[in-house]
């Protein structure tokens, strides 16, 4: 059985948080800005949901590893870092994510390190 972690509770709240961010932060952002957001949040909303499962394979992590590292860099790969709140709330919550992921992916192996 697979083992549940509170960082998939917490990435599930961020993905939900990235979702809706461009309307509540990023007033006038692009359309590449909102769909990537929205992207981004919907993926990692589904990823924590699907981490909570039992039975389920711990690729989740990994998924949302890169999840959180593409909304790390996207202000500056999307051009919107000059929209000051928006480039802060995806440099944090892209941080928040890469952090809880890797620390249950890190709890799942109990210190392991992780081979294939």
């Not at 919907?42 to 999840?67: K, S, Y």
């Not at 480039?87 to 890190?106: K, T, Y």
Request: aromatic share 12%.
């Amino acid at each position: 059985m697979k083992k549940q972690h509170w960082q998939d509770w917490v990435n599930l709240l961020l993905g939900i948080g990235v979702l809706f961010s461009p309307w509540a932060i990023g007033h006038g952002v692009n359309v590449a800005v909102r769909s990537s957001y929205c992207i981004v949040g919907v993926a990692v909303t589904t990823f924590a949901i699907d981490a909570l499962i039992p039975f389920r394979p711990w690729e989740d992590e990994w998924v949302n590893l890169v999840l959180g590292a593409w909304l790390l860099v996207s202000p500056w790969l999307l051009g919107f870092s000059a929209v000051t709140a928006l480039m802060w709330n995806a440099v944090f919550i892209g941080s928040l994510i890469i952090v809880c992921a890797g620390w249950a992916l890190i709890e799942e192996h109990g210190g392991r390190p992780i081979a294939k």
